[in-house]
């Protein structure tokens, strides 16, 4: 089985910065693409980051010149650096892990990082 663990999320005011960090462990032979997904109250689950094994970046126009995703390979864990926060940022925050397993599914989700942002 494969696991996913988020955190890093809190409260912060308007323009602050907060760090999230998700580690992968569990039966796998790599970890193809890591991404951050982000979802409010009443609304639906969007994509905010992603990176791949090879280290292409995509982000969301939203979040463009704000957030930074990174990976750390070696520790199977990947970190969203998000700077310039507002309160439209408030969201929960999930981590998708699409790996190699060496059984069962190849798509993984973390349980999920509350980010709020204060006005």
């Known amino acids: 089985q494969v696991q996913v663990v988020e955190s890093g999320g809190g409260l912060v005011q308007a323009g602050g910065s907060l760090r999230l960090s998700c580690a992968v462990s569990?039966?796998?032979?790599?970890?193809?693409?890591m991404s951050w997904y982000r979802q409010a109250p009443g609304k639906q689950r969007e994509l905010v980051a992603r990176?791949?094994?090879?280290?292409?970046?995509t982000y969301a126009d939203s979040v463009k010149g704000r957030f930074t995703i990174s990976r750390d390979i070696a520790k199977n864990t990947a970190y969203l650096q998000m700077n310039s926060l507002k309160p439209e940022d408030t969201a929960a925050y999930y981590c998708?892990?699409?790996?190699?397993?060496?059984?069962?599914?190849?798509?993984?989700w973390g349980q999920g990082t509350q980010v709020t942002v204060s006005s």
């Open positions: 990176i791949t094994h090879g280290g292409s970046i």
């Open positions: 998708n892990a699409n790996v190699l397993p060496y059984r069962g599914s190849t798509v993984y």
């Open positions: 569990g039966g796998f032979y790599s970890i193809t693409t």
